[in-house]
């Protein structure tokens, strides 16, 4: 089985897949979302997983390979000794070197987050089937068309994957969660809220007053930016979001219509299968931007 991690600033995602077989496509057996600890020590990793596992009535020894993706490089090499000493897997990262599928026309293709990454992979697998489009589909001359991942992290990005399947860039606003902490922390009179949808949009009191705020503005911001990109690239553009709170601003954007909250844990699994064959042998490393 494969385990899939995707180490955020805020949070870690982990799910673990039964891989394809030539009888059944690979399967999601079971996935986590955790708080992010920038220094847990290996043995502390190695009980997470144990417990995680245990939860599941599943054993840590059926893992049989692992992918991480990760944003925090201080984090990178205690996983990697967890893993090896814990599941008794050498895992592999998504970093320069490893086989995506997804050529990067960007400036430096190196500085290009990993989950940035595994997102589109995922994205421009997941427009190839036309089942998953919701609205109109594609002209039949435009089979594929370019694809906007939004993923609402720690910062919110906006990924632009074109028709050919190349990353062409984005853009990385603050997120909702960081402007809701400036603004609690920079004006003292103001109470902590829950981020959620209000019912109103004029509001006759201070919670109401800052949900509608953070709530419609953060929309505000999205949909301004994705309209633009929209206008660039033609409107057969799709668009697909993923993140903790993916489902809560994409249900009132006027441009996202479909959230997917294990996109990431999906490209990792994807990048996975390009990098092994089907018996499990690495293949040899080409560059980022094969």
């Excluded at 955790?34 to 893992?63: C, K, W, Y």
């Excluded at 090499?77 to 490893?98: D, H, Q, W």
């Excluded at 089937?129 to 002209?139: I, T």
């Excluded at 402007?179 to 009191?205: C, E, Y």
Aim: glycine share 8%.
């Amino acid at each position: 089985m494969l385990l899939a991690i995707d180490v955020g600033n805020t949070n870690t995602v982990l799910g673990l897949y039964r891989l394809a077989t030539p009888q059944a496509p690979a399967e999601l057996l079971a996935d986590w979302r955790i708080t992010t600890h920038r220094n847990p020590t290996m043995d502390e990793l190695g009980i997470l997983f144990r417990d995680l596992f245990a939860l599941r009535s599943m054993e840590i020894a059926q893992v049989t390979g692992i992918i991480i993706s990760s944003v925090v490089p201080p984090l990178d090499s205690t996983l990697r000794r967890a893993a090896e000493f814990y599941c008794g897997v050498k895992p592999i990262f998504v970093e320069p070197g490893i086989r995506t599928g997804l050529p990067i026309l960007t400036d430096n293709p190196a500085e290009v987050g990993a989950d940035r990454i595994v997102n589109c992979v995922a994205a421009y697998e997941f427009f190839k089937d036309p089942a998953n489009f919701k609205g109109s589909v594609p002209p039949p001359d435009s089979p594929h068309p370019p694809v906007i991942v939004v993923d609402f992290g720690t910062a919110t990005t906006f990924d632009v994957v074109s028709s050919k399947g190349e990353f062409l860039g984005g853009a990385i606003a603050p997120g909702l969660g960081i402007s809701a902490d400036a603004l609690f922390t920079r004006a003292a009179r103001l109470p902590r809220i829950d981020i959620r949808k209000p019912a109103k949009v004029i509001g006759t009191g201070t919670v109401d007053n800052l949900q509608i705020g953070l709530y419609y503005g953060y929309i505000g911001l999205v949909d301004g930016i994705l309209s633009r990109m929209i206008d660039e690239l033609g409107p057969e553009t799709r668009t697909i979001a993923t993140g903790g709170l993916a489902s809560l601003i994409a249900t009132g954007s006027k441009y996202i219509r479909q959230f997917d909250d294990r996109l990431t844990l999906t490209g990792l699994r994807l990048i996975y299968e390009r990098n092994f064959d089907q018996h499990d042998r690495p293949r040899q490393p080409k560059s980022i931007r094969d």
